[in-house]
Structures are given as C-alpha cells and as structure tokens.
C-alpha cells in the first residue's frame, strides 16, 4: 500500500499547487474587479456609464493603457488607470473579460 | 494499524485540498463567524464581499431598519428631481443572493473577550471576527439648544430617511421670499462637500418655484471643500440668491432657538424661514460605548486590515474611522469595507494577499445638469492613509463636460447601489 499512498499525496500536491496558482490569479482579478465594480454594473447593466462587459481582454486592456498614459479623456479612469501596474491590468483585464453578460 | 485503500486515500486528500483553499483556520466548527454591525454603505459591501469570496464563512448582518435610504442623491430629492422611494434600497439580495443572515435588530454593546455581541431583544451573537460600520453620530452639546424636540424643527437630514422628508416639507410650504438658513459643520464631517451641494440644488429648486427666496449659510469654517467650483457656479447660475458667511466673520454659530426658528451666532440672530442645522460630529454611539474610539471621536484602524487599533478582533470601515487623507465618502466606505473583507478572508481561510486600491470619486451636483468629479487613490504610508494620485474639475471647464458628468453621475447611483446591496 505505502507507493499508491505515497503517489496519492504527491498527486494531492501537485493538484494543490497548481489549482491555488490559479485561484490566486483569478482572485487577484476578482479583488481587482471589485474596484472597478463602484462604477461599472459587472452584469452588464447600466447607464450613463459605458459598460466593460464583453469588451473582450485586448480592448480592455488597451484601454486602460491608453488611459493611463493621458488624462485628456476622463480624469477618473485616468486616475483608476494610474494606481494600476501593468500585471495589474492583465490581470484584471483576464478576469473582467471572462464575466459574460446577464443583465437583471 | 488501519491500511488504507486507495479510495479512502484520495478522500482525505481531496478533503485536505478544499482545508487549504477554503476552510476557517479555526478549528472545532464548520465555518468561521464574521458578525457586521451596520447595514449602511460600509457594513453592508463588507457583508457583501466577505459572503461572495468565502463560502467557508458564515456573515451575519446587523441592521435595525428594513430598508436603507442613501444620503448620497438626497439633495436631488430636496429640490425635488427624485421621489424619496428611488432612495431606498432592501437586503433582500444580500439575504437571497448572497446568503448573508440579516438580523434587523440593533446591536446594544459588544464583549471582545468572549467574543459576542449582544443585540437590543436580548438575544446574542458569537463571532470570529466583528465588523463595526455605525456612520455618524452628532456631538453631545455642540450646540446650545439643538436637542431631539429641536431636530423636529429645524431638521440635520443628515442620516437620510424621516428628517430628510420633513426638510422637504418645510422647503415645499415656505412662502417665496422666505430665508433658508444652512448651519455648517467644522470639520471632520461625513460628506465634505454635501452642505454646498445641498445649498446648490435647493437654489435650483427656489430658482424654479420660489425666485425671491434666499440663502444663508452659516459656517464653522473660513473655507470649505471645491470653494472655487462652488462659488463659480453660485455666480452663473443663481446671481445674489445664495450668502456665505465664514466663521471669521460670524463668530461662529453658538446656539439654536427652535422657538423662533433662530440661529444665533456671536454677534447676531438670524431668523430663519427654514433652517437645516447640521452639527458637529463623531463615530457612531456604539463605537464610542465600545471603546473603538479615542479621544478625538473616531476610531483609529490599521490602514491595510481595517482592524481597530484599540481591540484586536474588531474591524472599523467607513465614516467612524480615522481616515488619513480619505474622506467621509460612501465611496471610500465601500473601497475601505473590499479592503477589510479581502483582509478577513484572507486571515480566516488562508486566501492570497494583494496590495488593496483604495479610492474616492463623489460626483457633486451644482446644478441640475451641471455636476463636477474628483478622483482620488490612496496608499497606506507609515501607518496613515494618504492620497497618492489626485484629479478634480476645474471651473473652466464647457458646460457640456458637466452635462456629461451629471448623467456619468446617475450612472454611478445606479452601479454603486448595485454594488453595494446586490
Ligand atoms: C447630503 C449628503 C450627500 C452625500 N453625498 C455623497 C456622495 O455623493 N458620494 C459619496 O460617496 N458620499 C456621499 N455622502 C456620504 C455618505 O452618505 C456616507 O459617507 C456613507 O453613508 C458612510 O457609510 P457608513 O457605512 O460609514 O455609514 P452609514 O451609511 O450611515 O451606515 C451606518 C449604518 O449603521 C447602522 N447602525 C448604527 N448603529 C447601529 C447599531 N448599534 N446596531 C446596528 N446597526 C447600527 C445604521 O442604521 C446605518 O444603517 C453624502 C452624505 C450626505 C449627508
């Protein structure tokens, strides 16, 4: 019994190692969202304020470069933009991308 | 000896996975308990957030009223461009959605040694942690005579709900012609630009339904919040109908004579059609019965967790803290109330740590369609809040970039609402 035990919790391992990599990136996008969630509807609603919903990750992630790099357009998405490094911004571009539509 | 099979193995070893990812560190019981005392704009995205993150952790919400009616849009109520009803905002999908316990008592003192609260029909909650979001409660004796029987007369309308509609009320029933008397506060207070935005859209309202109608505001400060802004729009849009007295040159308000509607300062009585007297103020009762607070009035919190730097085990967001350089916004309630439950979560299940975004934008109503932003972000820094990256609008701007921020402004209600109560 001991190598099948022994396989058993090292397959445990990995399978922990690689599903909390994950969980961590797709929660450090949630915690990103979650900001951007003040403003913008994350189910796709809303008024008076452009959606981000299905937008797709290069969009958004152009985006939010471009409003980084000047404030001519809107000073708070440039101010959002600035407080976010360029990991940041992959990352929540990766998770905001992957919120489908649901309008309720 | 047992020996294992391969079936059992593999259970405890699933079983070990979800214990990492998800489960209370606390040992003995299926989930940890966060208690949240406070169903306004801080308490409930805590509730919120914590319940969305974690489903390791049972959230209970303690709030006394069925429905939470903002401050933020009730100056658009008071000149009559929204129903009072468009304000109010149910737990319902806090309860539903997130399957958040919402207990609709008040919380009547807190026991941090063992850990529980006690709630105002006797009864008592144990948690792991506490989160204390109480807002504001207005200074014992900061101004002479203005008591409870007063604030029916000359209402605060600064906690939205009853004081607000009868301040409408009393604006709807002035004859023209008549004064309105604004009472402002000193500094720190819950929303630094609300009493000039509130004296802007009751312009609009006099300008529609009242024109011989004017303002006075009467100020515990020499200068206040977007002076320039303010002061510019007062000038285009209601010429002489709007007054502001510094207290450099009033003295300062002493007292209040409910009476004859007064307010008297040191060296006159003003004699008010209407008046809206908003006092001095501090965190919330129960902050202070529970020794969250220090001497100033508010409480003092670490600027990464939200925990109370007075009671370990005990968080604190929104307009009760001591916030550095944040506001007292119901947006940097909320930004605060993700910080803490991302900080909770983190500490009850083991959940990855990332750097929060603290941040602040309140559009600010000048005139129906004439509304300005600021927008800030925020950093912890030697154990304070400060403001790191900062825009606000500028007076020259067209009016068409106003127009534009006051429907980005009705966008925003709507999002943030959703945000906060689902
Ligand atoms: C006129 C006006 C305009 C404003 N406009 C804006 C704006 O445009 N943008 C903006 O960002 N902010 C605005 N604000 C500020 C905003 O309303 C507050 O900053 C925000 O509500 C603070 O949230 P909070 O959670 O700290 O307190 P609150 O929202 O006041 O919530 C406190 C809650 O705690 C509950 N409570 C208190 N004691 C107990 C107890 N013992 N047991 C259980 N529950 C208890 C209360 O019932 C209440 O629901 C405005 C404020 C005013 C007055």
């Given at each position: 019994m001991r190598p099948v035990a022994r396989s058993a919790i090292a397959t445990g391992l990995v399978l922990l190692v690689s599903q909390s990599g994950a969980a961590a990136e797709a929660d450090q996008g949630a915690q990103l969202a979650a900001t951007c969630a003040s403003c913008h509807r994350l189910d796709g609603g809303g008024t008076g304020i452009p959606s981000i919903i299905g937008l797709g990750e290069e969009r958004l992630t152009n985006a939010l470069l471009a409003y980084r790099a000047s404030e001519s357009s809107n000073h708070i998405m440039h101010a959002i933009a600035l407080s976010l490094s360029d990991e940041e911004i992959a990352s929540v571009a990766r998770y905001v991308a992957k919120q489908g539509s649901n309008p309720r | 000896m047992k020996s294992w099979t391969r079936r059992e193995f593999s259970r405890l070893a699933g079983a070990a996975l979800l214990t990492a990812l998800n489960q209370p560190k606390a040992r003995g019981q299926a989930k940890a308990r966060v208690v949240v005392i406070g169903g306004g704009i801080g308490g409930a995205t805590v509730a919120r957030y914590l319940a969305a993150s974690a489903t390791a952790i049972e959230v209970t919400l303690v709030e006394p009223r069925q429905s939470y009616a903002t401050c933020f849009f009730s100056n658009l109520y008071l000149a009559g461009l929204r129903p009072?009803?468009?304000?109010?905002?149910?737990?319902?999908?806090?309860?539903?959605?997130?399957?958040?316990?919402?207990?609709?008592?008040?919380?009547?003192?807190?026991?941090?040694?063992?850990?529980?609260?006690?709630?105002?029909?006797?009864?008592?909650l144990s948690y792991d942690r506490l989160v204390v979001a109480p807002g504001i409660a207005f200074r014992d004796r900061a101004l002479e005579g203005y008591d409870e029987a007063a604030m029916e007369i000359m209402p605060h309308a600064w906690n939205a709900g009853q004081q607000t509609r009868l301040l409408r009320q009393q604006l709807e029933s002035m004859e023209d012609g008549g004064l309105f008397v604004l009472v402002a506060p000193p500094n720190p207070f819950r929303c630094p630009p609300a009493p000039y935005e509130r004296a802007s859209l009751v312009a609009s309202y006099f300008q529609r339904r009242k024109p011989k109608a004017k303002i006075l505001i009467l100020d515990a400060?020499?200068?206040?919040?977007?002076?320039?802004?303010?002061?510019?729009?007062?000038?285009?849009?209601?010429?002489?109908?709007?007054?502001?007295?510094?207290?450099?040159?009033?003295?300062?308000?002493?007292?209040?004579?409910?009476?004859?509607?007064?307010?008297?300062?040191?060296?006159?009585?003003?004699?008010?059609?209407?008046?809206?007297v908003i006092p001095a103020q501090m965190a919330g009762r129960l902050a202070q019965q529970a020794g969250l607070a220090n001497r100033s009035g508010w409480c003092p919190v670490d600027p990464v967790t939200f925990e109370s730097a007075l009671q370990p085990g005990v968080h604190l967001v929104g307009d009760a803290i001591i916030g550095g350089d944040m506001p007292k916004s119901a947006f940097c309630a909320n930004s605060q109330a993700k910080a803490?439950?991302?900080?909770?979560?983190?500490?009850?299940?083991?959940?990855?740590?990332?750097?929060?975004?603290?941040?602040?934008?309140?559009?600010?109503?000048?005139?129906?369609?004439?509304a300005f932003s600021n927008a800030i972000s925020f950093k912890p820094v030697d154990g304070k809040l400060k403001s790191v990256i900062s825009f606000v609008s500028k007076v020259e701007e067209s009016s068409e970039v106003r127009r534009q921020a006051a429907r980005a402004a009705e966008g925003w209600y709507d999002a943030f609402t959703h945000d906060v109560f689902g």
């Open positions: - | 009072f009803e468009s304000l109010s905002h149910g737990y319902e999908a806090l309860a539903k959605q997130y399957g958040i316990i919402v207990v609709h008592e008040s919380a009547a003192a807190i026991h941090p040694a063992a850990k529980t609260v006690a709630l105002n029909n006797g009864s008592k400060k020499d200068s206040f919040n977007a002076q320039d802004l303010f002061q510019d729009a007062w000038n285009r849009h209601y010429p002489g109908m709007i007054e502001w007295l510094p207290a450099q040159f009033t003295g300062g308000v002493t007292a209040i004579d409910a009476k004859t509607r007064s307010v008297i300062t040191a060296g006159a009585t003003f004699k008010a059609a209407v008046a809206n803490c439950a991302f900080a909770i979560a983190a500490d009850l299940t083991g959940s990855a740590r990332f750097p929060a975004h603290l941040f602040n934008t309140c559009y600010t109503y000048l005139a129906p369609d004439d």
